[in-house]
C-alpha cells in the first residue's frame, strides 16, 4: 500500500485515492491549432524511472486533486501539493521552508479558504 | 547450417538411445556466447518476442549473424511473470490480423521448434453478467467470424455443462449470463517457448548473449552503428529493440525521445498445486471487476487483474489488486476459498496510448522498434518475432505489422480496441 500525506486530510492509503496521469507536462492553450503541440502533449510520456510528477484525486476523501512527487522505482513520496493553481500558491509560501522535510508540511498548510470546508474538515484525520 | 548440424533433434528415438546409453550424450540447449565485436543484425532484449525475432531473422530470412542481447538472463522478464494465455479473439482492424496471424504461428510451433511449447488449446471462455456486456461480446463475436477467426457465443446452460462448478446461485450478486468461448486460444508453457526459440535460434548460428547490458548506442553519420555494453562495444548497421518494460529508457538513450509509453505493473498469481480442477481459460469481468485464471500442468491456478494503475518500475506488487483478485475469484469460484496463494509477483508493462504495440520503423536509420505490448505480450510472441524479423530484414513493415507504427497517434489512427482513449492505466 502506498501512503499519500494528504495536504487537507492526513496520511492516507492510496486506495482513497484514483491515480489520474502523469502532472508534469501542460496541455496547449485551447485556441493553439497546432497539431504537433496537442500531439506531444496528449499522447508523448518521458515515462522516467526515478522521481515522476503525477496527479492524484482524493476521490474517497477531501476529492481534491493533488500533485504527488513520487519515485517510480522505490515508490517513495517526496511531495505531495494541491494541484490547483490558487491552493498551490497558498501551499508553496508556507512549504519553502518545510521542503527539506516534506512529511511536516501538512501541519503547516493554511487551510484554503474556498475549499469545501465541511468536506475538508470531516476527512481532516 | 554448421550450427545446425551440431544441434541434435529432440526425439522418442533420442530419448532411448539416450537411456540405453546412461543419458551421457545431452548437450546444452542453446550456447552461451560471448559477443564478437560485430554482427549484421543486433537484437536488444532476450524475452520471447526477442529470442523470436532472432529466430525468424534466421530461419525465414537467412540473417544468421545475429546477436541476442540480454541484460539478466533470458527469460527472466515478463515473459516468466505472465499468465500464459493465448488467444486472438479481437475486434479491430490492426488487431485482429495480427493476433490471428500469431495464434496460427502457435498452432504449429512445437513442431517447428523441435521443442514441446505445451501449447494448450482449452478454449477462453469470457463470461458476461448485464445485456450490455452481452452485446458487445455478440459484436466481437460477430467481427471475429467475419475476419475468419474461431468463437462461440454460449447461453448460460452451455457455459454451467462446460464450466460446472461456478456461482451459478440465482441469488449470486453478479448472476453469469452467459459466455464467449474462442476454442482455439488456450494457454502455453512460457519458459519453454523462451527455450525453444533459444535452441532453435542457436542451432542457425544465433549468438544468444546474456548478461550482456546495453548502455548506449552508436550514431555515426545519422545511423546507428551499434551498441556499447558491459561487455565491450558490439557493432552492427541494423539494431531491434525488444524491451518492452523498459523501451522508454532504451529509447530515450538511442536519442528517439518521448514515446506514447507509460511503464505500469501488472501482477500476478499462483495458487498451491491442486487436482485437474479448470479444463479452460475462464475470464470474468463483472461490472468493474477483472479476473482471469486457468490451471497449469502442475496443478497451480494461475490467475490476474487488472494493473496496479499508478507508474512503477518496480517489479512488485500491491495490496489493493491483491484484495481485489481475490474478491473476484471467491465471487465466481467460490470452490477457490480455501486454496492456497503459493507466490505473487508483478512484472513491467508497456502501456501504450491506444493499448496496441508497435513493430514498427524508428526516425533513426537502422533502428527498429518492438514495444508497447501492455498486458498482451505473451500471446503475440511468435507473431511479434514473425513481423518485426520481416521489418528488420526488410526496411520495410509486413502488411500485417504495418498499422502498428509508432507514428500512428500523430496521425490520428489510434488502434484503441477497449476505447479508452489516451490512458495508459485504463487498456
Sequence with gaps: ?125 | MDGKARVKRYSALRIIKEGLSGHKGWQPAWRDATPKPAYDVIVIGGGGHGLATAYYLASIHGIKNVALLEKGWIGGGNSGRNTTIVRSNYSIEGNTAFYEHSLKLWEGLSQELNYNVMFSQRGHLSLFFTPGQRDALARRYNIMRLNGIDGEFLNRDQVQKMVPHLNYSEDSRFPIMGGFLQPRAGTARHDAVNWGYARAASALGVDIIQNCEVTGFIHEGGKIQGVETNRGEIRAEKIGMAVAGSTSLLAKMAGLGKLPIESHKLQAFVSEPIKPFLDTVLVYSAYNGHFYISQSDKGGMVFGGDLDGYNSYAQRGNLPIYTDVAGCAMNVMPALGRVKILRQWAGIMDMSMDGSPFIAKTDIDGLYLNAGWCYGGFKAIPGSGWCFAHTIANDAPHEINSPLTLDRFRQGRQIDESGHGPFPKAH
Design chain 1, 1 to 125: 500500500m502506498l501512503r499519500i500525506e494528504c495536504p487537507f486530510c492526513g496520511l492516507r492509503n492510496h486506495n482513497e485515492f484514483t491515480y489520474l496521469e502523469d502532472g508534469s507536462g501542460e496541455m496547449p492553450a485551447l485556441d493553439n491549432i497546432d497539431g504537433e503541440a496537442w500531439y506531444e502533449a496528449v499522447f508523448l510520456r518521458d515515462n522516467p524511472r526515478g522521481m515522476h510528477i503525477e496527479d492524484w484525486h482524493h476521490t474517497q476523501g477531501c476529492r481534491m486533486v493533488l500533485r504527488v512527487s513520487r519515485n517510480t522505482l522505490t515508490h517513495q513520496i517526496l511531495s505531495v501539493v494541491p494541484s490547483h493553481p490558487d491552493y498551490k500558491e497558498m501551499f508553496s509560501d508556507s512549504a519553502k521552508s518545510a521542503n527539506s522535510a516534506p512529511k511536516s508540511a501538512k501541519a503547516r498548510l493554511p487551510r484554503p479558504k474556498s475549499a469545501k470546508s465541511k468536506s475538508a474538515k470531516d476527512g481532516r484525520g
